[in-house]
């Protein structure tokens, strides 16, 4: 956001002016209120009702609604929790500690209490855990003018009124009917007569991956969730799916990259905190660290004898790390979206990226057969031409096996129920410097040194 609205705001604070303010759209708001002092903060809340505050609240990223609670009064926070969609309010109230959340659910009216704590009870990233409960229900035995009736009635609640869900007299989902055809349909039509009964929906307890894929292969901007006997019990609408796609990929990006926690706060994260998240992978890496070294060290007598063949040894591990990682990223975004569903969608990635290893491997060769010829040829570097052939060949078939590890690593962790995330960047790099490093020297070996 352009900063001079940041200023703006924040002067127009200061006059005490809140019409002005609330000229600005919502997230402006929020972002200037982020970043004032704690007076003109304070302000703000002596002049925004939790109404009107909850409005601009909404708009914020979660570690900011917690920075902003920070300088509120509990009876104004739980207020202003009140106000909120009750799935929004469910992951505030979730990120408190759990003394400070028991504090304020003491302070709310009994109705808000019962329906946090119901969602309380769902897992974490489970479609329960992000579902509203506010939605428009309608009895399938109702008329149109009936169930007019309910939605003038509800709409000022519901977190949407698009679709209209029709269910029996046990709470079974039945059927759908969207506003449009509820506006447009006849006075004394029956509602069963005019629902779609197909209905596409998702159960509590499954993972909100699962829901994020569904709303994709569908094209839906909301989704009913039910409980294992196909009753209603709530609705997951297209901004909470924009939530969790984005916590998802940073979540996925993070476990590439090899971080164990993905929670980051860049305002409260301490040098600790932040070492301690990273470490486990480099302890891991520095393990398989001393496997390269061991395969250094059993051919000390080829580097002693041709040191040559150390220059090399960079740009064969660089290139063969590079190529894997890019295999790795295409191949686990392909099971995140479950583009491997049956054997010959694997066979058919898996001889894809070989192909490619393979094709990059002979172009990459031949390229470097030609620069590695003309530059040992100028230094005047024994065996030039042996070793020209020997750091080519080693290119070629570096290049193809890191490309097919690269593909083939994450689907055999995927195939045991492990999320293919795990199969990081810098453990298949480290695998690939394995491989890399046995072909070029043995390559070197045979072809250079047992021939002197």
């Not at 609330?22 to 003109?40: C, M, R, V, W």
């Not at 009870?121 to 009736?149: H, L, N, P, R």
């Not at 002693?304 to 590079?322: D, R, V, Y």
Request: hydrophobic residues 45%; negative net charge; charged residues 25%.
């Amino acid at each position: 956001m352009d900063s001079n609205y940041i200023n703006e705001i924040n002067n127009i604070i200061l006059e005490k002016d809140k019409d002005k303010i609330l000229q600005f759209h919502p997230y402006e708001i929020g972002k200037a209120l982020i970043n004032a002092s704690t007076d003109h903060k304070q302000l703000m809340f002596e002049l925004m009702s939790p109404e009107e505050f909850s409005d601009i609240f909404s708009y914020l990223e979660l570690e900011d609604k917690l920075l902003l609670m920070d300088d509120m009064r509990p009876r104004y926070i739980v207020e202003v929790i009140q106000e909120l969609d009750i799935d929004e309010a469910v992951d505030v109230m979730l990120e408190l500690p759990e003394e400070e959340r028991a504090g304020y659910l003491k302070l709310m009216s009994k109705e808000h209490q019962d329906r946090i704590r119901s969602l309380f009870a769902y897992k974490e990233d489970s479609a329960g855990s992000i579902m509203t409960t506010d939605y428009i229900e309608v009895a399938v035995q109702s008329t149109v003018e009936q169930a007019m009736k309910i939605l003038i009635k509800d709409a000022v609640l519901a977190e949407s009124i698009n679709t209209i869900f029709i269910t029996d007299k046990r709470n079974t989902l039945v059927g759908t009917l969207s506003l449009k055809e509820l506006i447009i349909s006849r006075k004394g039509q029956q509602i069963k007569d005019l629902m779609t009964e197909r209905v596409i929906s998702i159960q509590a307890s499954q993972d909100q991956e699962d829901v994020a894929r569904i709303f994709k292969d569908y094209d839906l901007t909301e989704l009913p969730v039910v409980d294992s006997k196909h009753r209603l019990i709530g609705l997951i609408t297209i901004d909470d799916i924009v939530d969790v796609i984005d916590e998802e990929a940073i979540e996925d990006y993070s476990k590439f990259a090899g971080v164990s926690d993905v929670e980051f706060d860049n305002r409260r994260e301490t040098v600790w905190s932040s070492a301690k998240k990273r470490l486990p992978w480099l302890l891991i890496l520095s393990v398989l660290g001393f496997i390269t070294s061991t395969i250094i060290a059993q051919y000390e007598y080829t580097l002693s004898t041709l040191p040559t063949i150390a220059l090399f040894m960079p740009m064969i591990l660089g290139m063969a790390g590079n190529t894997g990682t890019q295999s790795l990223a295409v191949t686990v975004r392909g099971l995140n979206d479950k583009e491997f569903s049956t054997f010959s969608d694997i066979k058919r990635h898996l001889l894809r990226e070989l192909g490619t290893g393979i094709l990059n491997g002979i172009i990459i060769g031949v390229i470097v057969f030609f620069v590695t010829g003309l530059f040992l040829h100028l230094t005047n570097a024994p065996h030039a031409f042996t070793i020209t052939q020997v750091v080519s060949l080693s290119l070629m078939v570096s290049l193809t096996v890191a490309t097919f590890s690269g593909a083939i690593i994450p689907i055999l962790i995927d195939s045991v129920n492990i999320d293919p995330a795990v199969a990081s960047g810098p453990f298949v790099t480290m695998l690939i410097d394995i491989l890399a490093l046995t072909v070029y020297f043995s390559l070197a070996t045979i072809l250079i040194i047992n021939t002197l």
